[in-house]
């Protein structure tokens, strides 16, 4: 009775004779990575990772998805400060599980006629044992090589953000300049970091992103990028945390970063602590601040963390934000 029902439950899934046709299968096997409970994703690497392609004015943004990643226990990174019950209930309500979540990572590569603005560069090279850090070969399937990419922007210096920049030990895009935050910048490299929780970020700047500085504009709030493109502060998240103001004849995209990293839960919760908010009230008035400015723009975001392709539109609601995740609005 029991092999019958094994049997039966493995064809309906697909997994017994000739092999799953999902391009990827979750399974709930363990991984050591964080202290997090993990589960891997098996990817199937015959498949380019995903992109979107899509227009905005006379720009063109391309998403890739560097890879994503499933883990356990949504509130213990997205409702620090709430009861696992409450939790629970929000997800549920909104149809998704309540003992895992998937975070997906997107780095965006915007053409403007005159430039090729990358912003953030994914896991890299330590992300790709797990199936992240395929931002490379998703480029390669668009259509672009590296040395296509003539600006790299990096919204903060967290490690899958900042992991991509370099290539065994050399520039992962050899023909860019490069715009960091300066504020952003300063903290990471600063030697007081040293045996804090921050040493291993403050290692991780200093192997990625150190080697570039000198081909590197720092910016602050409101520095231009390239015309069309310009910085805002959104900190909180990290201490020099920026989002990214993009407009083209009249169409506009905010690049919202990690203000908010689950679709659900930091949106329509924006006050819930999140664990990887360095400066969690920071970074919940951040979430307040820019998302209110989204729902009342009606202006579409890019959301580094959201369901890949990881732009949409943010309802507001009596406390905090729907996520409506584009469809043809920038088709037609
Ligand atoms: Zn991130």
Avoid at 291 to 309: E, I, K, N, S, W
Wanted: hydrophobic share 40%.
């Amino acid at each position: 009775m029991t092999d019958r029902m094994n049997i039966s439950r493995r064809v309906l899934l697909g997994t017994a004779g000739a092999g799953a046709v999902a391009p990827f299968v979750l399974s709930g096997a363990a991984s050591a990575q964080t202290s997090q409970p993990q589960t891997s994703m098996e990817i199937n690497h015959a498949m380019p990772p995903e992109t979107n392609r899509f227009k905005l004015g006379d720009f063109e943004v391309l998403v890739v998805k560097d890879g994503a990643r499933p883990s356990g226990k949504p509130g213990e990174t997205f409702g620090t400060n709430q009861s696992p019950e409450a939790v629970s209930e929000l997800l549920q309500k909104n149809f998704l599980p309540t003992d895992q979540f998937v975070n997906s990572f997107s780095p965006a590569l915007i053409n403007t006629g005159s430039d090729l603005v990358l912003f953030d560069t994914g896991f890299g090279e330590q992300g790709r044992e797990s199936g992240n850090g395929r931002l490379l070969e998703g480029l390669a399937a668009a259509g672009y090589t590296p040395d296509d990419v003539t600006v790299v922007v990096l919204t903060h210096m967290h490690g899958d953000h900042i992991g991509g920049l370099m290539e065994k030990g050399k520039p992962a895009f050899p023909k860019a300049r490069y715009v960091f935050g300066q504020k952003e910048y300063d903290f990471w490299t600063d030697e007081k970091r040293v045996g804090t929780p921050a040493e291993n970020g403050h290692k991780a700047v200093l192997a990625n992103v150190k080697p570039l500085a000198e081909k590197a504009t720092f910016i602050g709030d409101g520095a231009d990028v390239v015309p069309g493109i310009s910085a805002i502060a959104a900190v909180g998240h990290s201490p020099g945390h920026m989002i990214f103001n993009v407009e083209s004849s009249g169409k506009r995209l905010i690049l919202t970063a990690d203000t908010a990293n689950h679709f659900v839960l930091s949106l329509q919760r924006p006050e819930w602590e999140v664990r990887f908010d360095m400066d969690k009230a920071a970074a919940a008035a951040t979430r307040k601040k820019v998302f209110d400015m989204v729902a009342t723009d009606r202006v579409a975001f890019l959301g580094y963390h959201m369901p890949f392709p990881s732009v949409g539109y943010a309802e507001k609601l009596d406390t905090g934000y729907r996520f409506v995740p584009k469809s043809y609005q920038f088709d037609i």
